[in-house]
């Protein structure tokens, strides 16, 4: 079949998804409602569902007095007996696969269970449904004349007790129909390798005289693959090497310091980036619209959503809403329920609505990824914005940072200390401070409260960090490549030492 018609029949296909988009943009409140009936339907005989009656809840109300709210450490042991082929624990399918994240640093690793109708309901779906919308916004496209550039986890698949664990991304690479290879680069053998350096020049070998049309991954890691194409290649820009490459879907870290390296490597104006909001525990928001910043809330996965506003966090006053109660401009926490068998489950993520008609969204951060020490609520979403502008201001590209409190102790007051590491570095890092902090004081409040006359905050202290300081520290804890991110916020110091004897 001529790859034109091939284009053509393709996107039509896909594109039929946008009827289902919309009904569920137009009904949320009745979509989340029909999801979580489903979901306590057919979870009703399992060991949850008996424990909680869901048999007997018929409305939202009930189903939070009978089920309390859990973190992983909370549901671990219900996890663990599904891990050892227990079947009718969290869910009434058997759970073969548990995607295993442990973040950057844990060395504790948490064990997502992954159901059939997780796979087929949640993570595939979602992925037709990126390149709907996608299509849908760019009727002229030639997305399948080509290939996509995929890059995952660098983990293998391992078998236990009946069950397999790895990466998410080694899950859905194993579980896709074969014919799925054939529009993707490198192929499934590479994707799954295990040893990052290996693996990132396989990839470059198969992909550098690929036709590439799209790709897709985290920004820190495929930066690295990129930059490693156009050395091995020789050439200037990414378009000298694949003329039809004209979309990156992104996700799993902020795109926002990595947004002018890309555009350097990929000088063109109609180029397209799209973002993803997709974890281990399921796949939450798509963009919908070219040229924005924000998230389609995708309600028909088979997820139930509540949130908990981030002011009542963890205190005595905290409450939980459905979606119907959000509001906008607000930080909430995400609880989930998902036909994977998670129930109330706090996956740590910190969002924020920009519109409730439809509900849109932006990542802000995560529950334990914040500085709150001195009650200055700073939140990732504040430090981009705040390294955008001095990074604007300084002609400096940012790579990769950490920051982390300075305690007070005796007489001397408190403070922020921060690691950055530099594509181009400013010239006057006194003068990229001072604009980063000013920045911090626009856009977070309480920050400015406690900056007031240096009352409770000094001055950031800011280090520059040596070249591959983040890669060696990563490298050293095993965790280069795919989906390990670095730590950008933390209440406590301990990441920051480790960086700084690696300085």
């Known amino acids: 079949m001529p790859l034109a018609l091939f284009n053509s029949i393709t996107s039509w296909f896909l594109r039929r998804r946008i009827d289902q988009i919309q ?32 048999s007997e809840i018929e409305n939202y109300q009930q189903f939070v ?7 992983y450490e909370e549901f671990e042991p219900y996890i663990d007996r599904a891990r050892k082929g227990e079947r009718n624990v969290l869910w009434h399918s058997p759970i073969k696969w548990f995607a295993k994240s442990s973040g950057t640093t844990n060395a504790k690793s948490k064990f997502i269970p992954v159901s059939e109708e997780a796979l087929q309901d949640c993570h595939y779906k979602s992925g037709k449904d990126m390149l709907c919308l996608y299509l849908n916004n760019n009727e002229n496209s030639n997305l399948f004349t080509g290939k996509s550039l995929r890059l995952g986890g660098s ?7 009946g069950t397999y664990f790895g990466d998410l991304s080694a899950i859905l690479i194993e579980n896709l129909p074969f014919w799925a290879e054939f529009s993707s680069t490198p192929s499934n053998k590479v994707s799954l390798m295990s040893e990052w350096e290996t693996k990132l020049q396989a990839i470059v070998k198969e992909a550098k005289n690929a036709n590439v049309t799209s790709m897709a991954g985290v920004p820190s890691w495929m930066l690295v693959l990129l930059n490693r194409v156009l050395e091995e290649t020789g050439k200037n820009n990414l378009l000298e090497i694949w003329k039809n490459l004209e979309v990156y879907f992104h996700g799993g870290v902020s795109f926002v310091p990595y947004r002018e390296q890309y555009k350097k490597i990929i000088p063109s104006d109609t180029f397209r980036y799209y973002e993803i909001y997709n974890a281990s525990e399921g796949f939450f928001g798509i963009q919908d619209r070219n040229n924005s910043d924000e998230l389609l809330l995708m309600l028909d996965y088979g997820v139930f959503y509540e949130f908990i506003p981030m002011d009542t ?19 909430y926490a995400m609880v989930i329920t998902t036909n994977a068998g998670l129930w109330r489950y706090i996956i740590g993520d910190t969002i924020r609505f920009t519109s409730v008609s439809p509900y849109r969204i932006k990542i802000t951060g995560r529950t334990k990824h914040f500085i709150n020490v001195f009650g200055e609520e700073l939140i990732i979403e504040n430090t981009e914005k705040g390294l955008k502008k001095a990074c604007e201001l300084t002609n400096s590209h940012v790579k ?20 950055i ?5 400013p010239l006057n890092i006194e003068k990229f401070t001072e604009i980063l902090d000013e920045e911090l004081k626009k856009v977070n409040s309480d920050y400015e409260a406690k900056r007031y006359n240096n009352m409770t905050l000094n001055m950031p202290t800011v280090h520059v960090a040596r070249q591959n300081l983040f890669h060696d520290w990563l490298k050293n804890k095993g ?3 795919g989906q390990n991110k670095v730590p950008r916020l933390s209440n406590s110091r301990e990441h920051l030492e480790e960086l700084l004897k690696f300085m």
């Open 23 to 54: 009904q569920f943009v137009n009904n949320p409140h009745q979509t989340q409602e029909r999801v979580l009936a489903e979901l306590l339907n057919a979870a009703k005989d399992t060991e949850i569902g008996k424990k909680y009656g869901f």
């Open 65 to 71: 007095q009978n089920t309390p709210l859990v973190t």
């Open 155 to 161: 983990k293998e698949l391992y078998q236990e007790n």
């Open 313 to 331: 966090f963890g205190t005595n006053q905290q409450k939980v809403i459905p979606l119907s109660e959000v509001e906008l401009g607000k930080n």
């Open 400 to 419: 990769d940072y950490t920051v982390a409190p300075i305690f007070m102790k005796d007489k001397l007051k408190g403070g922020h200390e921060w690691i």
């Open 421 to 425: 590491e530099f594509d181009k570095e």
């Open 479 to 481: 965790k280069l490549g």
